[in-house]
């Protein structure tokens, strides 16, 4: 099937859609890796920013009532129909199927106690689904915390079969979006992958670079190379329950299941060298719990283009350290295309969670589909 795919992550920087052509099990093919990227603007990101401030007041679904966080949702959508619209009008053949994964405004998986938990991506289906004439596959993450899953992350399946024939395994694919995962591929079953968001990656990056420079990111890395790390706030922050009782398994992060570092007192350059290694060390922390040592470790998300970040993960890491692009795939829309990829695991009724991959409790369908209007 060709399908697209979309992601917009916790940094809440823009929309990407990708198209993928693929079965949803060992088949993919990027053929012309057709895709596109749409900002959001610095008003429509601090609606969403506000939308988050106001889930987390409210601390449950009831706030998908709330005028800010409709009005969250009303952006999100425009902005996911315009890209979508975009890139289908420029493409030579249809594509049949969109995974929408919506923005994420909140994410509160509890596995103690199922019926209590939620995870809240706003954006309304209906109108991406009448906009593109496509059936539209949405809602992948609440079927798995439902029933005590992490809901997170939900790319690995679609990572082994990027990996399975192209490297040696076992081989480790880091994402470094805003929360940073991993998905360690053993061979090409899904009972033996593992996965877990492990840390931030971009999320305080970015967010004190916006904070301090009114802009989005610290480019090339050159003021996190140009600073030293602050080793008291290093410690402080990694004396978390997370990391005190993190194991290799599944875990899952919204940009605020940790104490963000308190970085005010620092130098711009100190504070970016600082929040790059609280990244660059939760990404060793992680591959150190690993039963197995991991032949190469495969980067993508927007930390593959910090190449500060990239070098400091070469010199910690015991294995090489390439961006994904080694394998002839996008670290830049690895996410988008997943998504693809797990609609049309859904639309044949294939599993998109496993018990390795989110702690749920076996290998569960997941995913709703809305048709357009007359379809």
Known sequence: MRAIGTMSGTSMDGVDVALIETDG?????????????????????KVLFDAVAVALDINSPDCLSHPTVMEATQISTQRHAEVLITLLDGLDSPAEVVGYHGQTILHRPDPESPPQAFTLQVGDPQVLADATGLPVV??????DVGVGGQGAPLAPLYHQALLTGRTELPALILNLGGIANITVVRDDGPTHLMAADIGPANVYLDDEMMRRKHVPFDEGGRLAAAGSPDEAVIDTFFDQPFYLSASAGPASLDRYGLVAPD?????????????AELTVRSVGRAV???DDEPRSVFVAGGGARNPHLMARLVEILPCPVEPLEALGASAAMLEAEAFAYLAVRHIKKLPITYPNTTGVPEPLLGGRLVRPKGY
């Open 138 to 143: 949405y809602d992948f993450r609440s079927a």
């Open 263 to 275: 970085v005010a007192h620092l130098s711009n350059e100190d504070a970016m060298a600082t929040l």
């Open 25 to 45: 099990v060992a088949h993919v093919d990027r053929g012309t890796a057709d895709s596109l990227s749409l900002p959001y603007s610095p008003a429509e990101r």
């Open 288 to 290: 150190g719990t690993l």
